[in-house]
């Protein structure tokens, strides 16, 4: 198992596969990114070709390819490993997975149950009435139909068990485990029996779960939907429906247009609106927002009109555009819902679309509009509605921009708005003061010396071996890395197979300081120019410290009465003064300059 997994790793480009999730820019001989595990804005996500691994110096994610997988797309190991040896040609000796394969045996119902359905709906008398329903009072194609996938359940719950039991042999409790059936002593009842069914898929188009919908002659007291529950493959903050068919439209738009049901998006996609993904409800989570922003840098949400009430739809707005992304509101000018907009008139409801108001703007007016301004119970109502919105802002120029906003639509004082806003304890406010109570791990000459290590590896290593430059080196990972180039046995120095000779305690510092040397020339002059730079600059804090070090022992030696040693010390106090003066001729324009 583990020479199939190494030769995997050794047949596959971590950069390519980042760089067909992620965009990634060249940086010297790495690669850079925004971070896709945390926001941010400047990037410092760095994936490495020679070494094969990504690390992000902000939120301290990293690991190799499989690593990237399964944090990224959620993939647990040996399914990031079936992936990537399906991309590289190798073939698999079958192995126990474990837990894994229990998933797959889920996927594996799921598959069948969804063949199932969609056969009764389109090709059995059973399906027929449900057929015509979606056909003729819904408004959809058979081929669209098709292209979702949908389906029928019969309101005879125990074909199920004949179907994926008796036939496919599934045991009962994989049924159970998957969501699709409730186990009833020794019968097995279908969850979704007497429903329109929509099958559930990841966005790399695995089912995973159903949706079902209640068909208007059924005269049982029940909800219009119900849902696949939780299940070891089915999340539903995780899920966007429709996303494994509209992602290639996404990517091409760059923008996202999202709706809150099945049918919303069928319609709309039916009608040429095909860069489209549905939630559940109103919601945005935060993991639907980090998938869906892989896709596009837009959101344009046309939700249920009284969204804006609702506080979790709130914060699913406020994550997303404190990621990065643009949110805007659509509203629906002559119909209930995008469906019946889409099946009404498209023409309308693609301007809707286009003329998206601003998230903020929308949330603002959305409240104003539901109470009085002119009242002081409108007022603090207002208030109470208004300032956890806006000190969600991470912006402070655009916070600022909506303080003076409300302030003016209120009549009140700038100041009181902000003051309001500045109460607000927000969970970024929270991290902020966390982040500064921390106390800085590394000080100026450690950062130095990581740099010069950094530059060293990118032009010739063998610099960090000579005498004067091992003089400079007081860490103790530095000293033990160069320990390692020490005992280095092979005339041609190559990276990736350093890395592999170092101990396993040191493999990470050592991949993080190549990782951060990210000197964006590639020529060597230019290199070697910088390492010189960030060399003189050790030699100056080296001297300082040496300086500091000398005087204390002046006044030692003075208060001792100690005339001979005391002259050598000053002796050598001139001579370190004078070389200190030296390295201070000219003027240094290396990356780490300033004094503490």
Not at 136 to 142: C, I, M, Y
Not at 206 to 231: H, M, Q
Not at 339 to 367: F, H, M, P, Q, T
Not at 557 to 566: P, V
Request: proline fraction near 4%; charged fraction near 30%; glycine fraction near 8%.
């Amino acid at each position: 198992m583990d020479n199939q997994v190494e030769e995997v790793k050794s047949k596959t480009d971590i950069v390519s596969i980042i760089g067909e999730r992620i965009e990634l820019k060249k940086a010297g001989r790495n690669y850079k990114a925004l971070c896709p595990f945390h926001g941010e804005k400047t990037p410092s996500f760095m994936v490495s070709p020679e070494l094969q691994i990504f690390k992000c110096f902000g939120c301290d994610a990293k690991g190799d390819v499989f690593g990237f997988l399964e944090q990224f797309e959620g993939m647990e190991f040996p399914e990031a490993l079936k992936y990537l040896a399906e991309r590289a040609g190798v073939k698999l000796v079958r192995t126990q997975f474990g837990a894994t394969s229990e998933k797959e045996k889920l996927t594996e119902v799921h598959k069948e149950a969804m063949r199932f359905y969609s056969y009764l709906l389109l090709s059995h008398p059973l399906g027929k009435k449900a057929l015509e329903y979606l056909e003729k009072d819904r408004g959809l194609k058979k081929s669209i139909i098709e292209e979702f996938q949908l389906g029928y359940s019969p309101d005879n719950p125990l074909l199920i068990q004949k179907f994926l039991v008796g036939k496919k042999k599934f045991a009962p409790q994989d049924l159970e485990k998957s969501g699709i059936a409730v186990l009833r002593g020794s019968s097995i009842y279908d969850r979704f029996g007497g429903r329109v069914i929509f099958p559930l898929f990841d966005h790399r188009g695995n089912p995973i779960g159903f949706a079902g919908r209640v068909l208007p002659w059924d005269t049982r007291e029940t909800g219009k939907y119900i849902n696949s529950p939780e299940t070891p493959i089915y999340h539903k903050s995780s899920v966007l429906y429709g996303l494994n068919i509209t992602r290639g439209n996404i990517k091409k738009k760059k923008v996202a247009i999202i709706v809150e049901g099945e049918l919303d998006l069928i319609s709309s996609y039916q009608a040429g609106i095909k860069n489209i993904v549905a939630i559940k409800g109103s919601a945005l989570t935060e993991e639907q927002v980090r998938l869906l922003s892989r896709f596009a840098p837009k959101f344009i949400l046309a939700l249920d009109s009284d969204f804006a009430g609702d506080a979790a739809a709130r914060r699913g707005i406020t994550v997303a555009e404190n990621s990065g992304v643009t949110v805007k509101i659509a509203k629906i000018s002559k119909f209930k819902d995008p469906d019946e907009a889409a099946r009404g008139d498209i023409e309308s409801y693609k301007k809707d679309l286009i003329n998206a108001e601003g998230v903020w703007d929308y949330l603002i007016d959305s409240v104003f509009d539901r109470f009085d301004a002119k009242s002081g119970e409108g007022s603090a109502r207002i208030s109470r509605e208004l300032t956890p919105i806006i000190a969600a802002i991470e912006d402070k120029i655009v916070q600022s921009h909506y303080i003076n906003l409300i302030a003016k639509k209120l009549g009140v004082d700038v100041n009181a708005v902000s003051e309001q806003v500045a109460k607000v304890e927000t969970p970024e406010k929270k991290s902020e003061a966390k982040e500064i109570s921390q106390p800085q791990i590394k000080d100026r000459h450690t950062l130095l010396e990581e740099r010069l290590l950094g530059l060293a590896f990118q032009l010739d290593p063998l610099i960090l071996v000579s005498k004067g430059t091992r003089s400079l080196i007081s860490t103790p990972l530095a000293k033990r890395i160069i320990e390692g180039l020490d005992a280095w046995p092979k005339k041609r120095f190559e990276i990736a197979e350093f890395a592999k000779s170092l101990p396993k305690e040191l493999v990470d510092g050592f991949s993080a300081i190549v990782l951060r040397g990210e000197w964006e020339s590639t020529h060597p002059d230019e290199i070697k120019k910088e390492l010189d730079l960030v060399v003189k600059e050790l030699k100056i804090l080296t001297a300082k410290q040496k300086l500091k070090e000398l005087t204390l022992r002046i006044a030692e030696l003075e208060e001792a009465g100690e005339l001979e040693e005391l002259h050598k010390a000053q002796n050598k106090f001139t001579i370190l003064t004078q070389n200190l003066s030296k390295l201070n001729q000219g003027e240094s324009v290396g990356v780490i300059l300033e004094e503490d």
